[in-house]
């Protein structure tokens, strides 16, 4: 894969993944900036695309993270982490669902968020969410178990 075919398969999942630590778009462009610098900068060997994909991952979530810390950043969330696309799905959903749904999620953990929006909003797997938060596969179902279940009762 070219660096061009590169930068093409992997730039919505990188802005996705700082958009979910950072919350805001000129944040997340930065990140999304750093990350793509860093991989250039880097003598890139890889063993197969899904290891070049954890790589780029734990860099974007570490770069997130650095990012945060060095503008002591206080977590606040807002409608940026979500996008301009409408929330669709086969699912019906009001605008009262949706915002209640906002809502739970920003009072949600830490731990139980991050996992949720990785895998629900970035679309990654279980095992690509271990993988990149270094976390044992049954760590992350666990947490994705529990926080599912703190956002039924908050949602109750």
Do not use: C
Request: hydrophobic share 35%.
């Amino acid at each position: 894969m070219n660096d061009e075919e590169m930068v093409k398969a992997y730039s919505d999942m990188i802005y996705g993944v700082a958009m979910r630590y950072v919350r805001n778009r000129t944040d997340a462009e930065d990140v999304y900036s750093d990350v793509f610098y860093r991989y250039f900068r880097r003598e890139r060997k890889f063993d197969s695309e899904e290891h070049r994909k954890a790589w780029l991952l734990r860099v974007t979530v570490n770069a997130s993270k650095e990012f945060l810390m060095n503008r002591g950043y206080k977590e606040e969330l807002n409608e940026d982490m979500f996008g301009d696309e409408p929330i669709s799905g086969s699912w019906d959903t009001s605008t009262e669902d949706i915002l209640a749904v906002r809502d739970a999620l920003k009072k949600l953990d830490d731990e139980y968020r991050e996992i949720i929006e990785l895998y629900y909003f970035s679309g990654l797997s279980v095992a690509e969410i271990s993988k990149m938060l270094q976390r044992s596969v049954n760590t992350v179902k666990s947490q994705l178990l529990r926080g599912r279940n703190k956002l039924k009762e908050m949602l109750a």
